[in-house]
């Protein structure tokens, strides 16, 4: 079964419009984080926000947001005021248990596109 | 903040030879450092976690003999592609535990094998 639900293979969103990348998680660990991370055609990986299981706000990081809501088991990427260089991959990963030294797992991506 | 160098950013070489990636965290020591692979228009997948000191854990279907990693010291880590052959061409990615709960990404490698 899969972890990360990624259910978005491609998002368009004019610039300076707000937009919602979903991402839906499967575990029973109490203790799990979520990531976000935006890659680029260039290929690196860019980590943008944050949000712990234990956390009771919802993550912020200037223009991202998630909307974590933990009942549903979703973790959505909210990017305000979209700019022609969010254009790119962007990949929900988690992270289960408590050993912070373990490896994550990574959703299929969504591709945004930011129209000018 | 944390900083994960890899170097080369892309090489091409030649079937039958090695190449060698090299993963450096920068201002943090990295006990386990992860290497991935991507195809193109894929996800990650993971192809082996890396720790210090110790062999490499190999995810299933990755052929160890192939996909050599050293972890001799705590800020390096490096993956050498043997024998590589055309069907090697990809994007490396390898990843490190910063401060907190956060991962940090190399910026990859691209290999060409011709």
């Known amino acids: 079964a899969q972890k990360i639900t990624q259910t978005q293979p491609g998002m368009f969103v004019q610039e300076k419009e707000a937009v919602t990348l979903d991402c839906t998680y499967d575990?029973?660990?109490?203790?799990?984080?979520l990531f976000w991370y935006k890659q680029p055609s260039s290929g690196e990986m860019i980590f943008l926000i944050y949000?712990?299981?234990?956390?009771?706000q919802n993550a912020t990081e200037g223009r991202y947001s998630l909307n974590f809501q933990k009942a549903r088991k979703s973790a959505n990427l909210v990017i305000s005021a979209s700019q022609l260089g969010d254009s790119a991959m962007y990949f929900c990963?988690?992270?289960?248990?408590?050993?912070?030294?373990?490896?994550?797992?990574f959703g299929p991506g969504t591709r945004l596109s930011v129209l000018p | 903040g944390a900083v994960v160098s890899q170097h080369p950013s892309w090489v091409i070489c030649k079937s039958g030879t090695s190449v060698k990636i090299e993963c450096r965290s920068l201002?943090?020591?990295?006990?386990?450092m992860f290497w991935y692979r991507q195809f193109p228009k894929q996800s990650l997948m993971l192809m082996a976690t890396?720790?210090?000191?110790?062999?490499?854990?190999?995810e299933q279907g990755v052929e160890k003999d192939k996909f050599l990693i050293n972890h001799a010291s705590l800020t390096l880590s490096t993956l050498t592609v043997t024998s590589a052959h055309p069907e090697d061409s990809s994007f490396y990615i390898c990843?490190?535990?910063?401060?907190?709960?956060?991962?940090?990404f190399g910026e990859g490698s691209w290999l060409t094998v011709v």
């Open positions: 990843s490190a535990r910063g401060s907190g709960n956060t991962i940090y």
């Open positions: 575990t029973s660990d109490q203790s799990y984080g």
């Open positions: 890396s720790n210090e000191g110790s062999k490499a854990t190999y």
């Open positions: 990963a988690m992270r289960e248990g408590r050993n912070y030294g373990q490896n994550f797992v």
């Open positions: 949000q712990g299981s234990y956390d009771e």
């Open positions: 201002d943090f020591q990295a006990t386990t």
